[in-house]
């Protein structure tokens, strides 16, 4: 199964407030995780990957954090959101053939 | 490392072809890809080929690679407007964990 789940699907949160966005991942074990984020325009910026449970590779410096608790759970977090951090975030996992990634349902955030 | 571009914006007419072309830069690429994204939704994974594969056809999806170019085309045989999206190619960038997905390209279908 490459079954992800995102939640929650759509968040409004204000400046300064903190983040928790969760993905959670069915199938094999100890798969590598990725959180992407889309800002308007299209193209896919790489935030976070992780080989295993509490490897955290990030990819740019920035306000969000990630962690990898269980094998099958990846979180998103921010102590305090900048109106920069709105866009839709996916979150990936590596599966099938080598390198495919497949993608969650996405979650959209607007920080007002 | 890796670099991978798209035209931006493609628009046909609904039973007419698409080709969608991509160019990358990193000739170590093992596998490319070809996602779709709907509005609103995450990216669905269409097809792939491997790097020694010239071209892998897909009931109406054709993928062409010229290795040499390094150039990547998607072909979308008799146009729906279901097929409207945004498609992304994607390569694996060298020796990396990640991805490379080029900026996407907005297919637009008219009926």
């Known amino acids: 199964s490459q079954t992800i789940h995102q939640w929650p699907a759509t968040l409004v949160q204000p400046v300064g407030s903190p983040l928790s966005l969760e993905c959670t991942v069915e199938g094999t074990s100890n798969p590598n995780l990725y959180w992407y984020r889309q800002a308007a325009g299209r193209g896919l910026q790489l935030l976070f990957y992780?080989?295993?449970?509490?490897?955290i590779s990030s990819e740019v410096p920035q306000n969000l954090s990630a962690s990898r608790p269980q094998d099958r759970q990846f979180i998103l977090s921010s102590k305090k959101l900048l109106l920069s951090d709105s866009g839709f975030y996916l979150c990936a996992k590596r599966g099938g053939i080598q390198e495919t990634q497949y993608f969650g349902p996405g979650t959209r955030l607007l920080v007002l | 490392g890796e670099d991978v571009e798209q035209s931006l914006f493609l628009s046909v007419r609904e039973g007419d072809s698409s080709v969608i072309n991509c160019t990358y830069t990193?000739?170590?690429?093992?596998?490319l890809y070809w996602y779709k994204q709907e509005p609103g939704a995450g990216l669905q994974l269409l097809t792939y080929i491997f790097s020694n594969m010239d071209m892998k056809q897909d009931q109406r999806l054709t993928v062409l690679l010229n290795k040499k170019d390094k150039h990547l085309s998607l072909r979308i045989a008799d146009t729906q407007t279901g097929d409207s999206a945004i498609y992304f190619c994607?390569?694996?960038?060298?020796?990396?964990?990640?991805?490379?997905f080029g900026t996407g390209t907005l297919l637009a279908v008219q009926p």
């Open positions: 994607a390569g694996y960038g060298g020796a990396t964990n990640k991805l490379i």
């Open positions: 992780s080989v295993g449970i509490g490897q």
């Open positions: 990193d000739s170590s690429s093992t596998y």
